[in-house]
């Protein structure tokens, strides 16, 4: 029982590097039996999460079940992380509590009406929450049947907001004909580019340099693709706030570490800015924590493994750079190829797995047996792969031949991609080798989960930080 107890909690933080892309339903299983197993480790990994993961996803199912628990001290939590939320996070718990549990306790609604009152006291506050979520906030006055002050009801219901409100502000900036007009207005306001954008009705270099200075690094970030259709890089002011935008994002603690890579792949940017961006990557990981302990990524490089290879150049970029101690790279099909990187950047290592590609049969334990013939002394193993092997020698093999010859007892950490079926896991159980495994399921942002793992000596040890992570208590009783 013990076993299968420590399995479930292993297999929710496996989850946990997944990203639901909010379809919350599909994580929320793992939830449900771990609350009802174990709630007091539930309750303080909810916190844990809160303070060190990146998937939003996530924290809204912790928050939902915290919030919906028979234990007080879990809805005591959930009251007082709520109101650390953007209220759209906010209305999509609400939404959460309701149809996956078909019940908002009092306690909960209570802790919204507290959120919407906190904000209602400061008029700025309130506005600027009103203009960037006008849906969720008039969502959760009406859907919590919570009567909303007269501000609110004026700019959320009656669409007759006060002069002094920004709501008002932005319908002068339809209004306003000339760009410098539009840009006064935007300065002036700070109004944000998601709200601004739509509204003006000539988007010049004007009005982006004004929109621009407006936007959080993290904002600029998310929307580079839109700037870029408006024209944004073609200007060399413009772009200059651009770059300025993502320096401070490297530095900033409200960027998510991944989120940079992701939009450079999906948007077609000049050298510099790419550059910026895998910049703000690698510095958002290095915040994460530093490895002390000697690593080998071995990638699987064999037939229909280009998933694989592309994590694997993600994972050593991510490693090196916040190591501190020896990292040892090989692809491998039936034979083992050294990657050797001359930095510790993701153009690095693109430039190191340059000539790999998929295809082959695959050995699993190729990588290891390189490693015990160098004598390459390494306290984790990351493998990436699909677990499949048809070729001498197999993984369970090599590694109990480099413990033999090397006096060592690495841990072993799978990273399953492609239609992985859990065999060399099991084979690795069999022979009580220390193994983990994580399900990649096409996140790359939500790969610096991992860290937290790398970083420390043993799985055990995370489990007893994340039982050491006090909860929150309410103040307002």
Not at 71 to 100: C, S, W
Not at 340 to 354: I, Q
Not at 454 to 466: A, K
Request: contains cysteine.
């Amino acid at each position: 029982m013990i076993t299968a107890e420590l399995d479930l909690r292993l297999e929710l933080l496996n989850s946990l590097l997944t990203t639901p892309h909010r379809e919350l339903a599909k994580v929320a299983e793992f939830h449900k039996v771990i609350i009802e197993l174990d709630p007091i480790f539930y309750g303080h990994l909810a916190v844990w999460y809160q303070r060190h993961g990146d998937v939003r996803d996530h924290k809204e199912v912790f928050l939902g079940y915290l919030l919906t628990s028979n234990v007080t001290e879990h809805r005591n939590a959930g009251f007082v992380m709520l109101q650390e939320f953007p209220p759209y996070q906010v209305a999509r718990i609400v939404d959460f509590m309701k149809q996956q549990q078909g019940k908002v306790p009092r306690s909960a609604r209570t802790a919204v009406r507290l959120y919407l009152q906190e904000r209602e006291k400061n008029p700025q506050f309130f506005d600027r929450a009103a203009l960037r979520a006008h849906k969720a906030m008039k969502h959760l006055y009406a859907t919590l049947h919570i009567k909303p002050g007269q501000r609110a009801d004026a700019v959320l219901f009656k669409g007759t907001p006060p002069e002094d409100s920004l709501a008002f502000i932005l319908k002068q900036l339809a209004k306003a004909e000339k760009p410098l007009d539009q840009a006064a207005l935007i300065v002036e306001h700070n109004i944000p580019y998601a709200i601004a954008i739509g509204a003006v009705k000539q988007v010049t270099p004007t009005v982006l340099v004004a929109l621009i200075n407006s936007m959080s690094p993290q904002e600029v970030i998310n929307n580079l693709k839109s700037l870029q259709g408006r024209g944004a890089m073609e200007h060399p002011e413009v772009k200059k706030l651009i770059d300025g935008k993502l320096q401070a994002a490297a530095k900033s603690d409200r960027v998510s570490a991944f989120k940079a890579t992701v939009a450079a792949d999906v948007t077609q940017l000049d050298a510099q800015t790419v550059a910026l961006l895998e910049n703000v990557t690698n510095e958002q990981v290095k915040k994460r924590g530093k490895i002390a302990k000697s690593t080998a990524l071995l990638v699987d490089k064999s037939g229909s493994m280009t998933e694989a290879i592309e994590i694997g150049k993600r994972l050593a970029a991510m490693i090196s750079g916040v190591t501190e101690a020896d990292l040892f790279v090989y692809a491998f099909d039936t034979i083992p190829y050294p990657v050797k990187a001359e930095g510790t950047e993701l153009t690095d290592w693109e430039r190191a797995f340059k000539l790999i590609q998929a295809g082959g049969g695959t050995s699993c334990g190729c990588g290891l047996e390189a490693l015990r013939r160098k004598k390459q002394q390494v306290e984790q193993i990351i493998i990436v792969t699909d677990e499949g092997e048809n070729t001498q020698p197999y993984f369970a093999d090599a590694y109990q031949a480099y413990q033999r010859d090397l006096g060592l007892i690495p841990n072993v950490i799978i990273i399953q991609v492609g239609g992985a079926y859990g065999l060399l896991e099991q084979i690795l159980k069999q022979r009580q080798i220390p193994v983990d495994t994580f399900a990649f399921k096409g996140d790359y942002y939500s790969l610096p989960n991992l860290i937290p793992l790398l970083c420390r000596p043993s799985r055990l040890e995370l489990l007893m930080e994340i039982l050491e992570t006090p909860l929150p208590v309410r103040g307002d009783k």
